[in-house]
């Protein structure tokens, strides 16, 4: 289906995917979430300045408010995505990788984190909000994964100070719904946050780097349930090209 000069026109539904892909003659292509109707572009820039491609995303809501937070999506770089020789497409857990099988799922997504690849988390809020209460979500959200884990009390101790580090990154002021914040992990294994093409710092520690990624892709309790099914799915076509 073609998009025509007076109109945006859809380009294609993906199959078992929660979004669609939308193109006018003066717009690049973006994905339109279905719940909020915000709008992703379908590439964005790697580190190194190639392009990297969403992969999914979706939702985040406050459970029993179901009032919807912001959107965040999953990029890779395309040339780990589409090069059959690429780290991550040679993976074992990855070529093993089935969407419904929540252990082969945790397995890949674990592995995929933790190998020297890049993955960028796109975060966008739906309404108008500030950095204080985004980070304190997602501050909450990495407390709460450590008391999970039981750590031990130097790896906790570790922990804690990433955390505190990580809070330290964000910005105070207001964030609008045309701004976005970026998580870089680069193959070196710092994580790098943006807003937008502003950089606000950079973390090394680990566990944090991990385990906030992780909290958008394991299949217990993910902080966006719509953006990790999505990117699952994203995963499990590209498998099958």
Known sequence: ?????????VLSWQLGHSFVEAESPTTSKTVIDP????????????????????????????????????VVGLYMKESDLDDHNSRFRAMPEVQKFQRTDQMSADTAFKAIVQTPIELILRIAPVKETNGPHLRDGFTRNLTQAAKTQKLSEPDNEEAMEGIMQFKN??????????????????????????????????TRNRWVIENFFLGYLRSDSPISEKARD????????????
Do not use: C, W
């Open 169 to 202: 990154l964000f910005p105070k002021g207001k964030i609008s719904t045309n701004q976005a914040l970026i998580f870089r992990k680069s193959p070196d294994g710092s994580m790098t946050i943006q807003l937008d093409d502003e950089v606000l710092g950079t």
């Open 35 to 70: 719940d909020s109707k915000a709008a992703f572009p379908r590439h964005i820039r790697s580190e190194d300045g190639s392009p990297a491609r969403l992969l999914g995303l979706g939702v985040r809501k406050i459970t029993f408010l179901r009032v919807q937070v912001y």
């Open 230 to 241: 999505s990117i699952a799915q994203g995963i499990q076509d590209l498998l099958l090209q």
């Open 1 to 9: 289906m073609m998009a025509t000069a007076a109109t945006v026109g």
